[in-house]
């Protein structure tokens, strides 16, 4: 049955006449809606998500950590005399006070939307992806200030490459789907660069790399680019706020912004891994956080680029082989399409690897 819409708005704390919810954004997690209202004559918009229960199986965990985080970075904004409702997510509380509404069935949250603002797919402007470097490296020194105790883990080892590697294995051997005869080629790809997967997890188990608060999805689009200014004004999609390692933030970022192509570019001969756009994430990001950077994590960001591709990469094969249930699909073989993307990425980044770590070191 369709979802009401309507019905489930009047339970925020909105003020004015529904108008419209229509699907919104190209997330592959949460189902994403611009919900508009009439207030006072004027259109005022809103983005109200159903949240994937199906993944984030403690709701009011997860949401307990989208308010804290909220919350801290919106007295953050307060405290440099910003714009709170566009520098950073705001969340509208229900009618009686919660951070999410439940039909028993459903659970939905709703933000402020950042109007002005654009979440880029691809890069088209180097600028662009020099600010959204500033602005997720300005966000991860913010929650160096944030107390980590007062987290709830919402996607235990998300990161953790040699988990992601065991669950790989773990689908290749069920063949749920029997799709395994037809990526036999990716799935000895994935294997024989076994070797990648402990490469920052041992150092984070050993103490070489901190722990920190991070963002753990630094992806392009969930960073709003100011149209009028350019620059990166808010982090969006704070789902997995966790415990993590800056090598990754950085390093997911590059995944998604040095591809020449989309993430699901059908044709490999398109997608190229663009030094060029490296170099520029890089400087901005360590514009931003590289006074706390610790020299390890230094010298692992190129390593973090390489593990977060490759590891991402396994995550869609692994998706394809267990019938696309994870990340959302609007083709059929668009995970395999995605893994093809990642892996050549890998490819080419580890051919130019020595030059990535020159220029981090530089
Ligand atoms: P998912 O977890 O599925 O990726 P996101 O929270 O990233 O969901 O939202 C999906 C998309 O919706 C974003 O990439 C962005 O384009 C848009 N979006 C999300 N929150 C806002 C917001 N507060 N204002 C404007 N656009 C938003
Ligand atoms: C998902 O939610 P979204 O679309 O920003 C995924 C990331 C992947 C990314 C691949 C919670 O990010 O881990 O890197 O897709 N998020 C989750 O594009 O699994
Ligand atoms: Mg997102």
Same mark, same amino acid.
């Given at each position: 049955m369709a979802a009401d819409f309507e019905k489930i708005s009047k339970n925020f704390d909105i003020?004015?006449?529904?108008?419209?919810?229509?699907?919104?954004?190209?997330g592959?997690?949460?189902?994403?809606?611009?919900?508009?209202?009439?207030?006072?004559?004027?259109?005022?918009?809103?983005?109200?998500?159903?949240?994937?229960?199906?993944?984030?199986?403690?709701?009011?965990?997860?949401?307990?950590?989208?308010?804290?985080?909220?919350?801290?970075?919106?007295?953050?904004?307060?405290?440099?005399?910003?714009?709170?409702?566009r520098e950073c997510l705001t969340l509208i509380r229900t009618k009686d006070g919660r951070n999410y509404w439940t039909d028993g069935e459903n659970y939905y949250r709703v933000y402020v939307f950042i109007e002005d603002a654009t979440s880029y797919q691809i890069v088209h402007d180097p600028k662009d992806f020099y600010e959204s470097a500033v602005a997720f490296g300005n966000f991860a020194t913010l929650l160096a200030g944030f107390d980590a105790s007062q987290l709830y883990e919402v996607l235990p080892d998300f990161h953790n490459t040699k988990v992601r590697f065991e669950n790989f294995l773990r689908a290749v051997k069920q063949d749920s789907f029997g799709r395994n005869a037809e990526v036999l080629k990716e799935i000895d790809w994935v294997i024989d660069h076994k070797d990648l997967?402990?490469?920052?997890?041992?150092?984070?188990?050993?103490?070489?790399?901190?722990?920190?608060?991070?963002?753990?999805?630094?992806?392009l689009n969930n960073v709003m680019i100011d149209n009028a200014t350019g620059k990166g004004i808010a982090v969006i999609d704070l789902d997995t706020v966790m415990p993590g390692s800056l090598c990754y933030d950085f390093g997911d970022s590059?995944?998604?912004?040095?591809?020449?192509?989309?993430?699901?570019?059908?044709?490999?001969?398109?997608?190229?891994? @663009?030094?060029?756009?490296?170099?520029?994430?890089?400087?901005?990001?360590?514009?931003?956080?590289?006074?706390?950077?610790?020299?390890?994590?230094?010298?692992n960001l190129p390593m973090g680029a390489v593990l977060m591709t490759?590891?991402?990469?396994?995550?869609?094969?692994?998706?394809?082989?267990?019938?696309?249930?994870?990340? @959302?699909?609007?083709?059929?073989?668009?995970?395999?399409?995605?893994?093809?993307?990642?892996?050549?990425?890998?490819?080419?980044?580890?051919?130019v690897f020595d030059k990535m770590q020159d220029m981090a070191m530089r």
């Open positions: 003020t004015g006449e529904y108008v419209s919810c229509e699907r919104y954004g190209e592959h997690i949460n189902d994403t809606y611009k919900l508009t209202v009439q207030c006072e004559g004027k259109p005022v918009h809103y983005v109200l998500q159903r949240i994937n229960h199906r993944l984030f199986k403690n709701v009011e965990g997860l949401m307990r950590n989208i308010a804290l985080v909220t919350d801290f970075c919106r007295k953050s904004v307060l405290a440099r005399g910003g714009d709170p409702m997967c402990g490469k920052i997890v041992d150092k984070i188990a050993s103490g070489e790399i901190p722990l920190r608060v991070t963002h753990n999805d630094t992806k590059i995944r998604f912004g040095c591809n020449s192509a989309a993430e699901d570019e059908p044709d490999l001969k398109k997608v190229h891994f @663009r030094l060029d756009l490296y170099e520029t994430y890089l400087r901005g990001y360590l514009s931003a956080v590289g006074e706390s950077l610790t020299k390890t994590e230094r010298e490759y590891e991402c990469g396994m995550r869609f094969l692994t998706d394809f082989l267990e019938g696309d249930v994870y990340f @959302r699909t609007h083709r059929p073989r668009q995970n395999l399409d995605r893994a093809h993307t990642q892996f050549k990425l890998v490819d080419e980044m580890l051919q």
